[in-house]
């Protein structure tokens, strides 16, 4: 019998996999996906080690690889934790529709932190509010 994290990664990869493809692509993505178990982390670590060059998220000014998109989700949670932000930290995420939110959100899961997603369309009173509850 298979752990259950090894089951669950099998399952999640197993998604869009083709019985053509690549040994090695697959391989790839499996040890990639290891560390994070069955989390959107895995999904994206995933998908970045199968697909680097395939379209991870797109608007209509930008499209971001799946390579792009973990390597700037990297360097932002490097950052963030450079800055001091640790595990233990609540992150607010105040972003409209955009790459820079996927990126946010990624780093905020990479470095383990509580994200609390803000809503743009709220004003300052109400943000405050909310900055303050959570």
């Known amino acids: 019998m298979l752990p259950s994290s090894v089951r ?4 999640l990869l197993r ?12 391989s790839r993505a499996l040890n990639a996906a290891r560390p994070y178990g069955n989390t959107m982390l895995a999904a994206v670590a995933a998908s970045a080690a199968r697909y680097p060059n395939a379209a991870a998220v797109v608007t209509a000014e930008h499209r971001v690889s799946y390579s792009r998109l973990w390597r700037g989700s990297n360097a ?6 450079d800055g001091g932000v640790g595990s233990a930290d609540r992150v607010g995420i105040l972003c409209r529709n955009s790459p820079m939110f996927v990126y ?4 905020g ?3 383990g932190v509580d994200i609390v ?3 743009t369309a709220m004003g300052g009173a109400q943000l405050a509010d909310v900055v303050r509850a959570e």
């Open 8 to 11: 669950n990664s099998l399952i």
């Open 15 to 26: 998604a869009n996999t083709s019985v053509w493809e690549r040994a090695d692509r697959f």
């Open 76 to 81: 932002l949670a490097r950052g963030l934790r």
């Open 104 to 107: 946010a959100l990624l780093s």
């Open 109 to 111: 899961a990479k470095l």
């Open 117 to 119: 997603l803000l809503n």
